[in-house]
C-alpha cells in the first residue's frame, strides 16, 4: 500500500508539531493524536479521537513510523483497536531506543566535531555545513518513516536491523571517534597533525571495542582528509 502524496505532505508538516503539547500526563500523546487526525480519514477521526487520548513517547523523529503504521491499520480495518495500541505501545519503545543511539549519540556529536574543525579553519562554514548535514539525515527519516511505516504496517519495527540504522550508527561512531581525536591534536594539545592519527585510534579502541578493521581503515582516511584540509 502507498500513501497519496496530499495525504503525505499533510502529515509531514503535523509531525514537525508532535512535541507541542507535552505534559506530565501523556508526554507527546497529544501531538501524536494531532499527528493521526491530521492523516486520518474523515470517518475515522471520531473513533481515533476516542482511542488515542493516552500515554505517548518516542523519539521525535521516528514518531514518523508509528504514525505511518497505525494509519495503514485503520485504513485496512484488519486490526483491532487492542492490536493497534498493542502495537503502538511496543514501537514507541523500539523507535525511542533506536533514534536516541542514532540521532542523539552518533550523529549529533560526529557532526558537531566536524563542524567545531570547520569553523576554526573556515568560520561560519562549520555551522552551516551541521544544520544542513543533518537536517538532511533528520528529514529523511521524518518523511520516509511516514511512508515505509504505511507500506510495511506493524512490520515497520523490523526495520531497525535494517542497514538505514546499524551502517549509519557504526559509521558515524567511527567517524565521531576520529573527529574527536583531531579536534584534540588541533585544539588542545598542540601537535603535530601527524599525531591524529594514533591518538584517534586510541578513542577508537577506547569507544568502539568491538570495531572491524574495515572501519578502523575508514577512520585513518579521515584524519588523513583533514590533515590535507588543514
Known amino acids: 500500500m502507498r500513501i497519496g502524496f496530499a495525504r503525505l505532505l499533510k502529515i509531514i508538516l503535523s509531525s514537525f508539531f508532535i ?4 505534559s506530565f ?4 500523546g497529544l501531538g501524536f493524536l494531532f499527528n493521526l487526525i ?3 480519514k474523515k470517518d475515522q477521526r471520531n473513533q481515533i479521537m476516542k ?3 493516552e500515554f505517548f513517547n518516542t523519539h521525535p523523529y521516528m514518531a514518523s513510523y508509528i504514525i505511518g503504521a497505525t494509519l495503514r491499520a485503520y485504513d485496512e480495518e484488519k486490526k483491532s483497536l487492542d492490536e493497534i495500541k498493542k502495537f503502538i505501545t511496543i514501537a514507541q519503545t523500539s523507535f525511542a531506543s533506536a533514534g536516541d543511539l542514532l540521532f542523539w549519540r552518533t550523529i549529533r556529536p560526529a557532526l558537531l566535531l566536524f563542524s567545531v574543525i570547520l569553523a576554526l579553519k573556515t568560520g561560519v ?8 548535514v543533518y537536517n538532511i539525515f533528520h528529514l529523511y527519516h521524518r518523511i520516509q518513516g511516514i511512508r515505509d511505516g504505511y507500506q510495511l504496517g506493524a512490520d515497520v519495527i523490523f526495520i531497525l536491523r535494517s542497514k538505514r540504522f546499524t551502517m549509519t550508527q557504526k559509521i558515524f561512531e567511527v567517524c ?8 584534540i591534536s588541533l585544539i588542545s594539545l598542540q601537535v603535530n597533525y601527524l599525531a591524529v592519527i594514533p591518538l584517534t585510534l586510541l578513542f577508537i579502541l577506547l569507544l568502539m571495542k568491538r570495531v572491524s578493521s574495515v572501519f578502523i581503515i575508514l577512520a585513518v582516511l579521515l584524519l588523513l582528509i583533514i590533515i590535507v584540509m588543514v
Open 19 to 22: 512535541q507541542t503539547s507535552w
Open 25 to 28: 500526563f501523556s508526554m507527546q
Open 38 to 40: 491530521s492523516g486520518a
Open 51 to 53: 482511542t488515542h487520548k
Open 125 to 132: 562554514t562549520g555551522p552551516l555545513t551541521f544544520l544542513i
Open 176 to 183: 565521531g571517534a576520529a573527529f574527536c581525536g583531531a579536534l
